[in-house]
């Protein structure tokens, strides 16, 4: 996954942040909530960071299903990346089967 967020990279269950901008006279990490709060205006260019993941699976896919699983997975982001899918992000997934196996949709949607 290639990740370039606007906003933090939190782990989903302690909530620290594992990446993020920085203050650049403190080292510390910035708060990219509350720093968009407090700038109406950004300075970053739209379109110019973006997290784009891409799920392959060894399983028989229908178009339907591919794109069930990739907003299944736009989950994983939301858990993870604070703010996402801002104005300035490009945030995306993409799903693609490789094999010919058939398995639940379900299960492919939760290993994803």
């Known amino acids: 996954m290639e990740l370039n967020a606007v906003g933090d990279v939190k782990h989903p269950h302690t909530r620290q942040i594992l990446a993020g901008a920085r203050n650049p006279q403190t080292g510390q990490w910035l708060d990219c909530c509350a720093y968009l709060e407090q700038h109406a205006q950004s300075e970053a260019l739209a379109g110019t960071n973006t997290t784009i993941g891409v799920i392959a699976l060894n399983a028989k896919l229908t178009k339907a299903e591919a794109k069930k699983i990739a907003q299944l997975t736009q989950n994983a982001l939301a858990r993870t990346i604070y703010p996402v899918h801002t104005m300035l992000d490009g945030d995306t997934i993409f799903v693609l089967g490789t094999g010919e196996q ?9 290993l994803a």
Do not use: E, R
């Open 102 to 110: 058939t398995f639940a949709l379900d299960y492919l949607g939760h």
